[in-house]
């Protein structure tokens, strides 16, 4: 099983700043990647797959890079609704695994 | 408009079974593999289950294979988890997702999720 590994688990992030998260698998997953978005009390959303292309309606503000193992997603400048659970999950082979999560809050 | 709507969350004992249900709608249904996703309480997110447009290729996640079968129905645009065997470890958000194709196939859309409590 592929482990995916998501730093750091919280952010604290000034509205308008940069916030770059991360995500390394155990192996590779090629460009395999994608990320969620999740507010409380809703299902995740989908911010990009295929490691860095942004999913139908995703502002540009949300960017993906990497490949391989190592896997980044920037939020260029955070924006109060970016306030939320960040997940990136790997779907290179089964069984699919999420990371556990990177939390952006408020600094 | 893409819409999931799952149903069939309760309360159950451990040991009792559940049958999750998720209907579809504004797309090929038959086109597309289907998934299941939970969520434990304050937790984060762990796949579950997978079946192929035609049912003919599933998956499962290690923790419930054995307990937990998907099927779906193509005809009335709706996917299944039937759930055997549950334990106070199942107690979660069932999501149902339709997978999307981009080398491989990923979780594009979601419902909203459907609330399993295991407990005595």
């Known amino acids: 099983e592929i482990v995916m590994t998501q730093s750091p688990a919280t952010l604290s992030v000034s509205p308008g700043e940069r916030a770059t998260l991360s995500c390394r698998a155990t192996?590779?997953?090629?460009?395999?990647l994608a990320w969620y978005q999740q507010k409380p009390g809703q299902a995740p959303r989908l911010l990009i797959y295929?490691?860095?292309t942004r999913a139908t309606g995703i502002p540009a503000r949300f960017s993906g890079s990497g490949s391989g193992t190592e896997f980044t997603l920037t939020i260029s400048s955070l924006q109060s609704e970016d306030f939320a659970v960040y997940y990136c999950?790997?779907?290179?082979?089964?069984?699919?695994?999420f990371g556990q999560g990177t939390r952006v809050e408020i600094k | 408009e893409v819409q999931l709507v799952e149903s069939g969350g309760v309360l159950v004992q451990p040991g009792g079974s559940l049958r999750l249900s998720c209907a579809a709608s504004?797309?090929?249904?038959?086109?597309?593999?289907m998934n299941w996703v939970r969520q434990a309480p304050g937790k984060g997110l762990e796949w579950v289950s997978s079946?192929?447009?035609?049912?003919?290729?599933?998956y499962y996640a290690d923790s419930v294979k054995g307990r937990f079968t998907i099927s779906r129905d193509n005809a009335k645009g709706s996917v299944f988890l039937q759930m055997n065997s549950l334990r106070a470890e199942d107690t979660a958000v069932y999501y149902c997702?339709?997978?999307?194709?981009?080398?491989?196939?990923?979780?594009?859309?979601w419902g909203q999720g459907t609330l399993v409590t295991v407990s005595s």
């Open positions: 997702t339709r997978m999307a194709y981009s080398s491989d196939w990923y979780p594009d859309y």
């Open positions: 504004g797309f090929t249904f038959s086109s597309y593999r």
């Open positions: 079946i192929s447009g035609g049912s003919s290729t599933t």
């Open positions: 192996q590779s997953v090629s460009s395999n």
């Open positions: 295929g490691a860095s």
């Open positions: 999950q790997q779907y290179n082979d089964w069984p699919r695994t």
